[in-house]
């Protein structure tokens, strides 16, 4: 890249001091500060599933949380459609304007796609939705596009030892699929998940979660609040910290992460300091969509 940038929102977590320093740039976070010259590189893996604009009905939208709505899509039941555990949708908004959504269902239950969906004051998209969330299905259709991202489970025959899941408020969105799809294909492998939220009535998923793992020896679930209740009874703290706290060495450990930009810092500074392999750390930021007030998906790297 030959020119000058800038990130109004900040440094992007999808780059490494060392590649910006290189010229490497996020198109969808940088703000050109004169002309330039770009050299552009699309990262296309072998076993990528081709992306698709297709409309969905809204089946479902039901509140789980104060600020939270799980959201259920039917796509066309004619288009197969085909994504990776952990990969997210762009809801396709007015003036090409869009949002980005984790899936939350697994690949073998993709009748109906699940979004966990967070309220933001002055959202455009998420306003809409707690404002129109008792629409009759024929009257709620919208368009997406996916499978997105690069933030997805390896399945690979050197992938066979534990995973460690990370998760903030609804990054827990994206580890969910990936959690279904291993626990529902009964793939042989030592899990733990770490879920971090403010207080316990954020804990929209909690029962769920833990009927999923029941009858389940290789996997274990550790909720973990940031704000001490005087009822709670179990962790409190950063999320990121009480992972520190309990486990010693992380090299043996395939890492997914999936939060807040702060959450995603902490882990990616810290967790190699604990022997975190970065090839095998995996994280995806949840970041505000720049002039909105819509959380949508800024960083969708892998050990950049």
């Given at each position: 890249?030959?020119?000058?940038?800038?990130?109004?929102?900040?440094?992007?977590?999808?780059?490494?001091?060392?590649?910006?320093?290189a010229g490497y740039l996020l198109l969808c976070q940088a703000r050109a500060e004169s002309d330039l010259?770009?050299e552009l590189h699309e990262v296309r893996p072998a076993d990528r599933t081709?992306?698709?604009?297709?409309?969905?009905?809204?089946?479902?939208?039901?509140?789980?949380?104060?600020?939270?709505?799980?959201?259920?899509?039917?796509?066309?039941?004619?288009?197969?459609?085909?994504?990776?555990?952990?990969?997210?949708?762009?809801?396709?908004?007015?003036?090409?304007?869009?949002?980005?959504?984790?899936?939350?269902?697994?690949?073998?239950?993709?009748?109906?796609?699940?979004?966990?969906?967070?309220?933001?004051?002055?959202?455009?998209?998420?306003?809409?939705?707690?404002?129109?969330?008792?629409?009759?299905?024929?009257?709620?259709?919208?368009?997406?596009?996916?499978?997105?991202?690069?933030?997805?489970?390896?399945?690979?025959?050197?992938?066979?030892?534990?995973?460690?899941?990370?998760?903030?408020?609804?990054?827990?969105?994206?580890?969910?699929?990936?959690?279904?799809?291993?626990?529902?294909?009964?793939?042989?492998?030592?899990?733990?998940?770490?879920?971090?939220?403010?207080?316990?009535?954020?804990?929209?998923?909690?029962?769920?979660?833990?009927?999923?793992?029941?009858?389940?020896?290789?996997?274990?679930?550790?909720?973990?609040?940031?704000?001490?209740?005087?009822?709670?009874?179990?962790?409190?703290?950063?999320?990121?910290?009480?992972?520190?706290?309990?486990?010693?060495?992380?090299?043996?450990?395939?890492?997914?992460?999936?939060?807040?930009?702060?959450?995603?810092?902490?882990?990616?500074?810290?967790?190699?300091?604990?022997?975190?392999?970065?090839?095998?750390?995996?994280?995806?930021?949840?970041?505000?969509?720049?002039?909105?007030?819509?959380?949508?998906?800024?960083?969708?790297?892998?050990?950049?």
């Open positions: 890249m030959r020119g000058a940038i800038s990130y109004p929102n900040g440094p992007p977590l999808g780059l490494s001091d060392a590649e910006m320093a010259q770009l081709d992306t698709l604009r297709l409309p969905c009905r809204i089946e479902t939208a039901v509140p789980v949380a104060s600020d939270v709505m799980r959201v259920l899509l039917r796509p066309p039941p004619v288009l197969e459609f085909v994504f990776k555990p952990g990969q997210y949708v762009d809801i396709l908004l007015p003036g090409g304007r869009r949002r980005s959504f984790s899936v939350a269902s697994p690949p073998h239950d993709a009748r109906m796609l699940e979004l966990h969906v967070r309220r933001v004051p002055g959202g455009e998209f998420s306003e809409w939705l707690f404002g129109n969330a008792a629409l009759k299905p024929a009257e709620a259709l919208i368009t997406i596009e996916g499978p997105l991202g690069q933030f997805f489970y390896r399945d690979t025959p050197s992938t066979a030892g534990p995973i460690l899941m990370v998760a903030g408020g609804t990054g827990l969105a994206p580890l969910l699929s990936i959690l279904r799809h291993i626990i529902e294909k009964k793939i042989d492998r030592e899990l733990i998940l770490y879920w971090g939220v403010r207080c316990a009535r954020d804990l929209y998923a909690d029962l769920s979660l833990r009927r999923l793992l029941e009858g389940t020896t290789r996997a274990r679930y550790v909720p973990v609040l940031s704000q001490s209740e005087a009822q709670w009874q179990g962790r409190t703290g950063y999320v990121h910290a009480a992972v520190l706290q309990d486990l010693g060495d992380l090299g043996a450990y395939d890492i997914y992460a999936a939060g807040p930009p702060a959450m995603i810092a902490a882990v990616r500074r810290e967790f190699p300091a604990r022997g975190a392999v970065p090839d095998r750390l995996y994280y995806e930021s949840f970041d505000y969509a720049p002039g909105s007030s819509d959380l949508q998906r800024t960083s969708a790297e892998t050990n950049s």
